[in-house]
């Protein structure tokens, strides 16, 4: 029997209650102990110290270290929880990493993309919010460093997000925006379950051996005419699980098996 | 039995190295760094180099530490306490003392200006006077006389004349010097680019009216500015050089056909100002960036 810490802020919890409840069920099925803990700065210091693994739900950054100092393993890692929160921090420390990526700079850079039509987002946004298409002559709507600028990508409409558990992709949904930008299922985008070619396979499986095990997602759109050649157009540190459940995917289950399968090892 | 907070500066995520006994300039560059730190760590500590010892059979230990000094020694003894530290203490010491920067950014072939390295002399020492007639024989007049240590634009001299630099090298024989060459075009005028871990994420111009160098802690004024695809790589190359992750690299502008020329490269560049007017978090990109995989 494990001990396993259910780690969700309450933001999170609000949104989320049903996936939560979900995880606690498969996390105790599997691991026969799941403590479901809604864990705030004030909580911190009261935590029991013989929990083996944090299954986190919470975007701070901060806590996310804090647990990972003290317990043995932790989903996911400070490094997900701060690349998967910062577009413009994952783009280059992907690219560093030899990873394709398009071209992210900060909005007051944006003379630097060589790209007659180009994408704002905010640095630190999720589910598509704020994401608006530009022409070159535009200047950036918010100059700040907490928004950025890519190239538009043609293609970039159709995105394949690999759920990834552990350190493989194991289930692959198309997401299809409708308005011809952002495919977030948040702004209205299609899905549907797919099997991804041979290079989008390669490519997340290298992405995921770069970021380590947990529960995250990696987004990936082809960027040639083709689109047969794909890129990382971002990590999602805390995937959401709504889409899958519509079409009958059990992920907390999944996820549930992937922690047993990482506290064996 | 319950996990604790981990107590005072000792065994935490991040340590911020400063002294802060040095005026408001240097607590409110601290001050960023650590209200950053506190955004991006579980646990923050500070260590005061104006009030804290360093007892090198136990020196503080931490996940990560931000280095805002010049003191090598701490850095040093921090890292050998498996403390990953940024600046290194080689960063710092090559930052601390321009004529090795300059050595390290001619080595690596990175865009300077014409600089001579004056004989280091010790205590008791003369000056010989055919050494400084070789450097203006290079360099031309008016020059810049540097020493080796400084800060914010001070013991940095223009020099017009050869009875001057006379003066100036005599004077200072003991202070280990440099002559380089002027440039005209940059007279009260630099750009200021920080560099994070091979990006840069700020950058300022900083023009001064009354003085040939532009430090605004001399009275120059700063205004934001976007480099050039050049500058960019100028600049990441210059930090790279002296294998600092965390720079402020000033450039000197040559109108002629050089370009830009990379002036001195600060491993602990304050960033008050620069986040002021270039409207940039310095110290969020400085923190998140260097402390991804930590």
């Not at chain 2, 203006?136 to 001057?164: R, Y």
Request: glycine share 6%.
């Amino acid at each position: 029997m494990s001990r396993v810490l259910l780690c969700y802020d309450p933001w999170m919890l609000a949104r989320n209650l049903w996936f939560a409840r979900a995880l606690r069920d498969r996390l105790a099925e599997r691991l026969g102990s799941c403590e479901l803990s809604l864990v705030g700065p004030g909580d911190l210091p009261t935590l029991p110290t013989d929990l083996e693994a944090a299954l986190v739900r919470s975007r701070d950054v901060t806590l996310r270290r804090w647990l990972a100092r003290r317990i043995p393993v932790v989903w996911n890692s400070p490094a997900l929880a701060a690349l998967g929160n910062d577009k413009l921090l994952a783009s280059q420390w992907l690219r560093r990493h030899g990873v394709a990526v398009p071209t992210a700079v900060p909005a007051w850079l944006r003379h630097r993309l060589d790209a007659d039509t180009w994408v704002e987002k905010p640095r630190h946004g999720h589910g598509g919010q704020d994401v608006a298409r530009r022409s070159g002559s535009d200047a950036p709507a918010r100059p700040l460093d907490h928004w950025i600028a890519e190239p538009f990508v043609a293609h970039g409409d159709r995105v394949l997000r690999a759920y990834v558990i552990g350190t493989s992709p194991v289930v692959w949904l198309e997401r299809q925006a409708t308005d011809g930008l952002a495919a977030n299922v948040t702004r209205g985008a299609t899905t549907r379950l797919v099997d991804p070619d041979e290079r989008a396979l390669e490519l997340v499986s290298a992405v995921c051996s770069l970021l380590g095990p947990g529960y995250y997602a990696v987004d990936v759109f082809g960027h040639s005419d083709t689109c047969d050649d794909w890129i990382v157009n971002e990590v999602e540190d805390l995937a959401g699980a709504r889409s899958l459940v519509a079409h009958g995917v059990d992920i907390a289950r999944a996820v549930a098996e992937g922690l047993a399968h990482e506290l064996e090892r | 039995m319950h996990l604790t907070v981990p107590p005072g500066a000792s065994d935490v995520d991040v340590l911020i190295v400063a002294n802060l006994g040095l005026g408001p300039a240097f607590r409110a560059n601290a001050s960023l760094y650590l209200a950053a730190a506190q955004r991006h760590a579980a646990s923050v500590g500070v260590l005061n180099l104006a009030s804290d010892a360093v007892d090198l059979t136990r020196p503080p230990r931490a996940r990560f530490a931000l280095i805002l000094d010049k003191d090598a020694s701490t850095a040093e003894a921090l890292r050998s306490n498996g403390t990953a530290v940024a600046n290194s203490p080689e960063a710092i010491l090559a930052c601390d003392d321009k004529r090795r920067t300059g050595a390290l950014l001619s080595a690596a072939g990175v865009a300077t200006p014409h600089t001579v390295l004056l004989p280091p002399l010790y205590p008791k020492q003369a000056m010989d006077l055919r050494a400084l007639e070789e450097a203006v024989g290079a360099l031309g007049l008016p020059l810049v006389v540097k020493e080796a240590k400084g800060s914010f634009g001070s013991q940095v001299h223009l020099v017009e004349t050869m009875e001057d630099l006379t003066d100036i090298a005599t004077s200072l024989a003991d202070k280990r010097l440099l002559a380089q060459e002027f440039i005209r075009s940059s007279r009260g005028r630099d750009r200021r680019l920080h560099v994070v871990d091979g990006e840069v994420v700020a950058a300022m111009e900083r023009r001064s009216a009354h003085d040939f160098r532009a430090n605004l802690s001399a009275g120059g004024v700063g205004f934001p500015y976007v480099p050039s695809e050049p500058e960019r790589e100028l600049a990441i190359e210059a930090a790279r050089a002296v294998g600092a992750v965390n720079a402020g690299v000033d450039l000197l502008i040559d109108s002629h056909d050089r370009g830009a020329l990379v002036c001195e490269v600060n491993a602990n560049a304050h960033i008050w100002r620069l986040s002021a007017i270039s409207g940039v978090d310095v110290a969020h990109e400085v923190v998140s960036r260097l402390l991804v995989t930590r």
